[in-house]
């Protein structure tokens, strides 16, 4: 009944994996045995210039330049994540769950459809599908991509109210040989490894190149953060990592990360998360919760797209960047000393996330409050 890429097709996509370090550091039965090649190349790294900062050197390394439609830091882990669903034939039906406006989710329908599986998403949201704004950015393309929506009240609980209906979703699609289930926004033991080898392969060669003492990123799920510090603390912890949450605050973050090491039996490393030495996670800049701007955050951005051409969405990089900015303009020499040494952001895509209706109105009052750029914008003949 379902048409099916060719066996040859797909397992020319299909590469073995192996570490790109001395394997022992990770027991190799944790190490995933395959990855499906969709990144061909090293994503970009380029000055991000800042007037207001001009006495920091911030690089950004643009990862939201991966793939037009999947985009972002999703892609790395999905790159481990679909190598391990294809090697399922029975595996049809692929189920995750996320917020409506959610990347990762949107990632997962891309990529279902390119290899014929059906996707199936738990979304959180207060709309209902009648409702007139629901098919805008990433919720329009999963439908047009075909995957199954399913929406769930904007504070369904993971393990109380998704996992169980993730549950008996899978009994419904005909048990578990033929569904493949991934966490909230991918981020489990395979699909850490996009990031792990993203920071050895692409990350360490810019370390003396460009003199970098800091490398930050938004946390969310915590998957991006976990392949990154694992990596970073299997090669000498020669950067500092910050992981600027977006949601949630650094106990969940730290309790998700550990949990992630006990199953990968690592939990000897536990303690350098405790102490803050594998990661420093800033959730001072989580500021009204996830998805939400203050009007404040939202002129800095708005004000950012337009002085570097870079565009960053309010949810994640806008608001990982606001985080950073504060940091850097209230001079917190203990996070960022000055030491000389330079910073790296990794941009982690989510344009689509500028679709989002909710930040609509926020956007207009964001011009308002710099008379001259109304005036820039908005044109009488
Ligand atoms: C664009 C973007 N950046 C950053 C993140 C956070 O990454 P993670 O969920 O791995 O913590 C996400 C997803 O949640 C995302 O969609």
């Known amino acids: 009944m379902y048409r099916r890429l060719s066996t040859s097709s797909v397992s020319a ?16 039965k944790y190490v995933p045995k395959y990855r499906l090649s969709l990144i061909d190349r090293e994503t970009s790294v380029e000055k991000l210039h800042i007037s207001s900062l001009p006495s920091v050197n911030i690089y950004i390394k ?25 090697s399922r034939p029975k595996c049809h039906h692929i189920i995750t769950a996320g917020s409506l406006h959610s990347n990762h989710c949107k990632a997962v329908a891309v990529l279902a459809a390119r290899f014929q599986r059906q996707a199936h ?26 995957a199954k929506l399913y929406l769930i009240s904007k504070k369904a609980n993971i393990q109380r109210d998704i996992e169980p209906r993730i549950q008996l979703l899978e009994e419904e699609l005909g048990g578990k040989d033929k569904c493949y289930a991934i ?30 003492g800091h490398l930050v990123v938004p946390i969310s799920s915590g998957g991006t953060m976990e392949g990154l510090a694992l990596a970073n603390y299997f090669t000498g912890n ?29 939990d000897h490393l536990n303690q350098f998360v405790n102490n803050n030495s594998l990661v420093d996670i800033c959730d001072s800049y989580v500021g009204l919760g996830y998805g939400r701007m203050t009007n404040e955050q939202i002129d800095f951005l708005h004000e950012i797209i337009r ?65 001259n750029h109304r005036m820039r914008n908005w044109m009488t003949l």
């Open 13 to 28: 996509l299909v590469k073995t994996y192996s570490l790109p370090i001395d394997n022992k550091c990770i027991n190799s």
């Open 62 to 86: 643009r990862d939201d330049q991966l793939d037009s439609y999947a985009s972002g830091n999703k892609l790395r882990k999905l790159e481990f994540l679909f190598a391990d669903i294809l």
């Open 121 to 146: 998403f738990l979304l959180r949201t207060d709309r209902d599908n009648h409702d007139e704004q629901i098919l805008q950015g990433n919720p329009l393309l999963n439908y047009l991509l075909g």
């Open 183 to 212: 966490p909230i926004g991918g981020s489990d033991t395979v699909g850490l490894f996009g990031y792990f080898d993203c920071f050895i392969r692409e990350i360490i060669p810019l370390i003396d190149k460009l003199n970098l």
């Open 238 to 266: 020669r950067v500092r990592i910050h992981a600027f949450a977006v949601s949630d605050n650094e106990n969940y973050f730290k309790t998700h990360f550990n949990g992630i090491l006990k199953e990968l039996e690592l």
């Open 307 to 371: 002085e570097t051409g870079i565009i960053f969405d309010p949810v994640y990089t806008g608001k990982c960047l606001w985080g950073l900015y504060e940091e850097l303009r209230n001079k917190r020499i203990d996070r960022f000393p000055t030491d000389g040494k330079n910073i790296l952001f990794l941009h982690t895509g989510g344009l689509l996330g500028l679709m989002n209706p909710d930040f609509s109105n926020q956007w207009l009052l964001s011009s308002n409050s710099h008379a």
